[in-house]
């Protein structure tokens, strides 16, 4: 199972950037698929996720701002960010959650595609 993620870049605050990402690979069936940005020398923590058990959640610092959808054929996730301030700056994980194989369930993560805000 790959994750691929894509989109970033350097915005001003008050702009808007939009990440992807693509699961590939076999697999039966995902669960959770979500963002969890890191800044330096912080931990990843969640900022959305949508999950057939759990609906969709956001973190209270980008309520109102982002946006997660979830392609559920393609097994894509995309988070929409508006308002960007710099205190969102950080690479974003891309993370898939409780991902069923024929042989075993796991979390996987892409690469980090990173967000920088510029005031």
């Known amino acids: 199972v790959q994750l691929q993620a894509s989109g970033g870049g350097s915005v001003q605050t008050g702009g808007s950037s939009r990440l992807s990402c693509a699961v590939s690979g076999t697999f039966v069936k995902i669960n959770t698929l979500g963002w969890y940005p890191q800044a330096p020398g912080n931990d990843r923590e969640l900022v959305a996720r949508i999950s057939r058990s759990f609906g969709t959640s956001y973190a209270d610092s980008v309520k109102d701002r982002f946006t997660i959808s979830r392609d559920w054929d393609k097994n894509t996730v995309d988070l929409q960010m508006n308002n960007l301030r710099p205190d969102d700056t950080a690479a974003y994980y891309c993370?898939?959650?409780?991902?069923?194989?024929?042989?075993?369930?796991?979390?996987?993560w892409g690469q980090g595609t990173l967000v920088t805000v510029s005031s």
């Open positions: 993370y898939a959650g409780q991902v069923t194989t024929v042989r075993s369930t796991d979390d996987y």
